[in-house]
């Protein structure tokens, strides 16, 4: 494996573990803040805010630099404002401090992708990306719980602490392990902004923001169901979430695999038509509880084989604002995120199971599958690099 693959997916690591530990220790923020959870949770709100905001504009003012310039440049802001998150001593400031730590979010991931595709053997461009994202994977898998079990027994701050340092190692390693790699001849601000005046890009937005949303609206509501549908004890949510983390890991690779083999276009719809029959079967077994556990693994691995076709789809699609493109893939992730856990639990304020959320994700994976066969036999371009 290239080393700077292994920088990217460090990368990846940190990313997960900022973005995700916190659903795991907003209790203990909330305590040591003294305010209540539901104010610690704008934490969460604030740094999905950053990636939204610090995805298309990062990307555009450093689109003069080189690649590995501008990893660096985002990983150091990672660094910095992860570790102002551990230390600093309100909410003001720390409410600063995890917005600033959520802008170099999708830019990273945005020209990473780029960059793991031109470090890529030829046809092997997807299964790279997923090398990339293999550190989210692992994130779940295994830091997230790690940093948990370290806020909840000594304190969060060390937990952030960690995270920061993983910042400073992946500066360290794309420094000395990735290789230098050329811009674009034409990177002007107007010319990448151009790809965002045609249909192109708009409909591959909506496929990222509305087919992604029915991983959202399963994950968001995972541990609620599993206690109150499927009985599983609350001891044992975290060997659920454990399995979904497996899954993910798995999924992630195999929709590498998928996009290189069959094309990304086409690998997208196989993916969300595949998330589709998972969530209604997870709907309809839901009262058993081994299922919980089994569906747990499944759902994780189908839903996380999305990630890497959708990145091709648009580095492929947006000649002249790859990065850019990319970039706005992941914010577009985020706004899924939002829509998912949002439209998901209607259906359970209205005073519906727990296990109704799975439908409306559903309904938001086949919209993206026939959102992803329109894409294909409007926008049938050839699949080649």
């Known amino acids: 494996m290239k080393k700077g693959l292994i920088a990217l997916a460090f990368g990846g690591l940190a990313i997960g573990m900022t973005e995700f530990t916190m659903m795991g220790i907003l209790p203990d923020i909330a305590k040591d803040?003294?305010?209540?959870d539901t104010d610690a949770a704008h934490f969460?709100?604030?740094?999905?805010?950053?990636?939204?905001?610090?995805?298309?504009?990062?990307?555009?003012?450093?689109?003069?630099?080189?690649?590995?310039k501008v990893l660096l440049f985002l990983m150091l802001l990672f660094f910095i404002f992860n570790g102002l998150f551990a230390i600093l001593p309100d909410f003001k400031t720390l409410s600063v401090a995890r917005f600033i730590s959520g802008l170099p979010h999708g830019a990273f991931f945005g020209v990473g992708s780029v960059v793991a595709a031109k470090l890529a053997d030829k046809g092997k461009e997807a299964q790279a990306i997923a090398f990339m994202f293999t550190g989210m994977t692992?994130?779940?898998l295994a830091g997230v719980p790690l940093g948990t079990y370290i806020g909840h027994h000594y304190t969060w701050r060390i937990t952030y602490i960690i995270i920061a340092s993983l910042g400073l190692v992946t500066f360290l390693a794309i420094l000395f392990w990735l290789p230098k790699t050329e811009t674009r001849g034409n990177t002007s601000m107007l010319s990448q902004l151009s790809f965002f005046k045609t249909i192109k890009a708009w409909l591959l937005i909506a496929i990222i923001s509305i087919g992604t949303g029915g991983l959202f609206a399963w994950i968001s509501y995972i541990a609620p169901m599993s206690i109150n549908v499927s009985k599983v004890p609350a001891d044992n949510i975290p060997y659920i979430m454990i399995l979904v983390g497996t899954g993910m890991f798995f999924g992630n690779i195999l929709g590498g695999k998928l996009s290189d083999s069959i094309s990304p276009t086409k690998a997208a719809i196989l993916c969300l038509?595949?998330?589709v029959v998972c969530l209604i079967i997870?709907?309809?077994?839901a009262h058993i509880n081994i299922m919980a556990y089994i569906m747990a693994f499944i759902t994780g691995l189908v839903a996380f084989t999305i990630g890497s076709p959708l990145q091709m789809m648009l580095i492929r699609n947006a000649q002249g604002a790859e990065t850019l493109a990319a970039s706005a893939g992941q914010a577009s992730?985020?706004?899924g995120n939002t829509l998912g856990a949002y439209l998901g639990g209607i259906p359970i304020i209205i005073g519906y199971s727990?296990?109704?959320?799975?439908?409306m994700g559903a309904g938001m994976a086949m919209t993206g599958a026939l959102l992803s066969f329109v894409f294909l036999k409007k926008f049938n371009i050839s699949q080649k690099m």
Do not use: D, H
């Open 33 to 36: 803040l003294s305010v209540k």
């Open 44 to 68: 969460i709100a604030l740094y999905a805010l950053g990636v939204v905001v610090g995805a298309p504009t990062l990307v555009m003012f450093t689109s003069k630099f080189s690649p590995k």
């Open 138 to 140: 692992i994130a779940n």
């Open 273 to 275: 038509s595949s998330m």
């Open 282 to 285: 997870v709907y309809f077994t």
């Open 333 to 335: 992730f985020n706004i």
């Open 354 to 359: 727990y296990n109704t959320s799975v439908l």
